[in-house]
């Protein structure tokens, strides 16, 4: 067994292997690059090497500095996570050549499988079903949309290389086949160096379920049951579940089978994972294999009480497998959500910031966090945006649900726009609890999803009073030594009386508070409240609202008041009478980036026409493209940035005027 192991990776992964790396009593060596000097995989590991600067490529994908700091450190075995590094045939190979053992299949198998295209190939030749579509070495932009033309519409594009839904795009009707293919050739070069694409005829409400494969050195290959991921936004999973639900003992084995057959077609060794897509009627077909661990792992573990990082650990160091295929049973069910910092309400665009305030559920039998985070650390645009996976585990499907609602319920964060509020909102819709499940299900159920927010009632804006009120006391009490300045309200004759004013997006709801001894009066519409309260330890407020004795967790950020209490969850905003750059800010043009990041195209010229909708320029950033689109028909004046530039979120991209009779 290895006693020291490099994790050539970051964030969740790099701080779940280095978890069972100490379990197993083995040596960890963080690597980090300048934008993630203080995560917290670099403070958990026993030892962290910098490795260059924040982009990837010059750090975390550089193979020569990765390789010099397993040999500066003594680490005898890399564990390249997913993502980065861990389905480069060309850097497993390196690793062989510098004497060190890279956790993960043979370089052979990783070719064989890291092009769909040779993937598909593979396949067909082993005799499984395969979904209609190209797979050619002819790139050419005519012969793939001659291509899609002859498989028919809807179609989708996807990128050779890589996974996570970067890359990949659908398309309806041939008008739309060459501006997608661009995007997916621009989108699949950053993120993979590899712009090649393939075709394939788009299955409509298709399930995507993956089958969790195990191989060993001594020719041996499990697999270990399926995973439903079928939940996906922007083609990317966003609820994982195992087992797969309404899935018959018949295609299970069935399953099981095509994935073993893929794993040996390639003499596979580690884990991998083989996904199809599943139509209405039970057949299924070949998507690709991902040699790698995958996110959506632990609800594997979960089912089958196994750690499969330490089976990839083990099967490194030459072990066999420590089951065998008829030994395996499943327990229950397991479901996982990602949690992201990104913006649910605006196509869901990333976002970046420093996570003030960051709590998630306990941990217990039925709940697991896996995080790459704490509160206090940063989202950057350099990575990946996700913030942890909430994993849960009960004895049914239905329990599960349960289970991930209320957890989700629990997780609070403030500092990053974050998909919690949808992803809680989407495990309680109809077509989920009830496992009517598709690629389609998000957009089948958007006004399910979009319709879950509630105004704050009388109590939640009495809370949020409260804690602006014992902040302003706090902080005159650190900052003023003279009883003139202690913000108690106390008047020589009468009382003090204030209005604080809040919006909620609809509505702005006013709290007018009358200042009383150690407590407060606040009326709220028609109501009257005697409110009293005071900061734990932990941050939360115990307040009393007349007879009722409340709890709740209160922050104050960047001009808003985040409330949450019991099973609800609200952002204020307070009005400030002395913000004059309010109306100012109101007023200015909507092309603004919504991110910071590159831009990789201006798609029209400076002042030519377009029609509203139109496609003027995109911007990049975290493997993702943002277009920006016309809002009306008109002209583009002049762009601010040209192709390449960096741009920082909220700076003005472009001036465009619209065409006279065109309603601003």
């Not at 006693?3 to 083995?26: F, Q, S, V, Y």
């Not at 498989?151 to 997608?180: C, L």
């Not at 992803?423 to 077509?431: A, F, G, N």
Request: aromatic fraction near 6%; charged fraction near 25%.
């Amino acid at each position: 067994m290895f006693d020291t192991i490099l994790i050539a990776n970051r964030g969740e992964i790099a701080c779940r292997i280095i978890a069972t790396c100490r379990k197993m009593a083995i040596r960890t060596v963080a690597v980090y690059s300048d934008a993630d000097a203080t995560a917290r995989h670099v403070r958990l590991a026993d030892t962290a090497v910098r490795v260059g600067p924040p982009k990837a490529l010059e750090s975390y994908l550089a193979f020569d500095r990765i390789l010099e700091a397993a040999k500066s450190t003594g680490a005898q075995v890399i564990h390249p996570g997913y993502g980065f590094l861990s389905e480069n045939a060309e850097f497993a190979e390196a690793c062989a050549d510098a004497g060190i053992v890279f956790i993960g299949p043979p370089p052979a198998a990783i070719r064989a499988m890291g092009s769909k295209a040779a993937a598909k190939r593979l396949m067909r030749d082993a005799g499984v079903s395969l979904t209609p579509g190209y797979d050619g070495a002819n790139q050419a932009s005519v012969v793939l949309e001659q291509q899609a033309k002859a498989i028919g519409y809807p179609v989708m594009i996807k990128a050779n290389a890589g996974g996570g839904g970067k890359g990949m795009r659908r398309v309806d009707s041939p008008d739309q086949f060459q501006a997608a293919l661009a995007s997916c050739k621009r989108e699949s070069a950053a993120a993979f160096g590899d712009d090649s694409v393939l075709i394939e005829k788009c299955l409509l409400q298709p399930r995507h379920v993956e089958v969790q494969v195990f191989g060993d050195t001594h020719g041996n290959v499990i697999s270990l049951f399926e995973r439903d991921c079928s939940v996906q936004r922007r083609n990317q999973k966003v609820i994982e579940e195992a087992p797969a639900p309404l899935i018959s003992v018949q295609l299970r084995q069935a399953l099981g089978e095509a994935g073993r057959s893929a794993a040996r077609a390639v003499g596979y060794v580690g884990a991998g994972t083989v996904e199809f897509l599943v139509d209405r009627e039970g057949g299924f077909y070949f998507m690709e294999m991902n040699t790698r661990l995958q996110v959506e792992h632990p609800v594997t573990e979960m089912i089958t009480g196994l750690d499969l990082v330490e089976w990839q650990i083990r099967i490194a160091a030459r072990e066999s497998l420590p089951i065998k295929q008829e030994e395996l049973e499943m327990r229950g069910h397991s479901i996982e959500a990602r949690i992201y910092a990104e913006d649910p309400a605006h196509d869901f665009l990333p976002s970046i910031g420093k996570l003030v305030h960051l709590r998630f559920p306990g941990v217990s039998e039925h709940v697991r966090i896996d995080a790459g985070v704490e509160q206090g650390d940063s989202v950057t645009p350099f990575y990946d945006p996700m913030i942890a996976k909430v994993i849960v585990w009960d004895e049914s499907r239905e329990l599960a649900v349960q289970r991930m609602a209320g957890a989700l319920n629990q997780c609070q964060i403030v500092g990053v726009g974050n998909n919690v509020g949808f992803l809680e909102r989407l495990v309680t819709s109809p077509s989920f609890t009830e496992a009517r499940l598709d690629t389609s299900l998000i957009e089948r159920e958007q006004k399910w999803i979009t319709s879950g927010e509630t105004d704050p009632d009388d109590e939640s804006l009495a809370l949020a009073a409260l804690a602006i009120l014992l902040h302003e006391g706090e902080q005159k009490k650190r900052e003023a030594l003279s009883p003139w300045a202690v913000a108690d309200g106390w008047r020589l004759n009468g009382t003090h009386l204030r209005t604080l004013t809040f919006n909620d997006g609809e509505r702005s709801p006013a709290v007018a508070v009358e200042y009383g001894n150690h407590t407060y009066r606040m009326s709220i519409g028609g109501s009257s409240l005697e409110v009293g309260g005071a900061f734990e330890a932990d941050g939360s407020i115990s307040a009393s609202i007349g007879a009722n004795r409340l709890h709740a967790f209160i922050v104050e950020h960047s001009g808003r008041v985040y409330v949450f209490r019991d099973d609800r969850r609200f952002v204020l905003i307070l009005h400030d009478p002395l913000d004059v750059e309010a109306e100012h800010r109101a007023g200015e043009g909507s092309f603004m980036a919504p991110m910071p990041g590159r831009i990789v195209a201006l798609t029209v010229e400076p002042g030519e026409k377009v029609e509203k909708g139109a496609a003027l320029m995109v911007l990049e950033a975290m493997k993702m493209e943002c277009t920006i689109h016309a809002p009306a028909a008109g002209s583009v004046e002049a762009f601010h940035f040209n192709v390449g530039d960096q741009v920082n979120e909220g700076v003005q991209l472009l001036t465009f005027t619209r065409d006279e009779g065109n309603e601003a």
